[in-house]
Antibody
């Protein structure tokens, strides 16, 4: 069955960096675009990044553009999120999510989610 | 960027009641609207995609409708296991962005 398992969360000081990983299994990873979505404590969902199947196209919202980088290693079935210059407002549970399979680059439907990794930015 | 609103922000209903949540987009999004359920401490779960398509394995008491700017999500007969927060989500490609609504929390009266 489809599984997405995030790792790499933890407590980090403001201004520092952290890298999250998402190990995928149970499906042909290279045929799916992948996303990161976050949820601050007690708040709603915020999309953070998307990467195309081959990793050549990446998009971000204004809130993280220039600080966060999404990447993937299709040989290892793993998705990454490199987070630099972290701020207190980046504190959240970070989910990786699979995009619907499609012939277009991004379908925009998150059909499977990981269990989430908590990132706390605090001094 | 397209803004999404949901109403109500919370509701309380009895088991067996029909529950309706609305989601409004600030501009026409065609049918690029999805609905998710999130139970406390858990990841979101896709229920409805492209406004009205039921995801595989999701109970038929859940349904969605609408197009353009106005969308509706319905639980035809509320069950105790439906206690959760429900989010709408849209996809826009100019610019490429995926936006969630603020959520609607549903509990049992």
């Amino acid at each position: 069955q489809v599984q997405l398992v995030e790792s790499g969360g933890g407590v980090v000081q403001p201004g520092r960096s952290l890298r999250l990983s998402c190990a995928a299994s149970g499906f042909n990873f290279i045929t799916y675009a992948m996303h990161w979505v976050r949820q601050a404590p007690g708040k709603g969902l915020e999309w953070v990044a998307v990467i195309s199947k081959d990793g050549s196209n990446k998009y971000y919202p204004d809130s993280v553009r220039g600080r966060f980088t999404i990447s993937r290693d299709n040989s290892k079935n793993t998705l990454y999120l490199q987070m630099n210059s972290l701020r207190a407002e980046d504190t959240a549970v970070y989910y990786c999510a699979r995009d619907f399979q499609s012939n277009i680059m991004f379908r925009g439907v998150f059909d499977y989610w990981g269990q989430g990794a908590l990132v706390t930015v605090s001094s | 960027d397209i803004q999404m609103t949901q109403s109500p922000s919370s509701l309380s209903a009895s088991v067996g009641d029909r529950v309706t949540i609305t989601c409004q987009a600030s501009q026409d999004i065609s049918n690029y609207l999805n609905w998710y359920q999130q139970k406390p401490g858990k990841a979101p779960n896709l229920l409805i995609y492209d406004a009205s398509n039921l995801e595989t394995g999701v109970p038929s008491r859940f349904s969605g409708s609408g197009s353009g700017t106005d969308f509706t999500f319905t639980i035809s007969s509320l069950q105790p296991e439906d206690i959760a927060t429900y989010y709408c989500q849209q996809y826009d490609n100019l610019p490429l962005i995926f936006t969630f609504g603020p959520g609607t929390t549903v509990d049992i009266k």
